[in-house]
Nanobody
Framework: QLQASGGGLVQAGGSLRLSCVVSGLTTGNSAIAWFRQAPGGEREGVACVVSDNDDTVYSDSVKGRFTIASDNAKSTVYLQMNSLKSEDTAVYYC????????????????WGQGTQVTVSS
């Protein structure tokens, strides 16, 4: 089970931190990812982490602005989002897969509910 939270309304240039609490999986050796879907758009992979492998992957659209991090003791994965832009507005979802591999070609088996992020310009 995955529980996402932390979304909200923020001005362009601001920051937000999303949290994903994971149960039933070990966050350290699982692939935990954040996806987003804007209205009328396709779902897009944003960031992924396998902390035991020090493996992180980011989409080009967020590289340098977003940071994904895992706190295995709390079974929580965070997405720190800085320098937010209006185009970051979307529903953000966390997802997990037992295979310890970050790849957008992986079919993530576990999904949480979304959390809305709205960036005003």
């Amino acid at each position: 089970q995955l529980q996402a939270s932390g979304g909200g309304l923020v001005q362009a240039g601001g920051s937000l931190r999303l949290s994903c609490v994971v149960s039933g999986l070990t966050t350290g050796n699982s692939a935990i990812a954040w996806f987003r879907q804007a209205p009328g758009g396709e779902r897009e992979g944003v960031a992924c982490v396998v902390s035991d492998n020090d493996d992180t992957v980011y989409s080009d659209s967020v590289k340098g602005r977003f940071t994904i991090a895992s706190d295995n003791a709390k079974s929580t994965v965070y997405l720190q989002m800085n320098s937010l832009k209006s185009e970051d507005t979307a529903v953000y979802y966390c997802a997990a897969d037992r295979a310890p591999l970050c790849s957008w070609h992986v079919k993530f088996d576990y999904w949480g509910q979304g959390t809305q992020v709205t960036v005003s310009s």
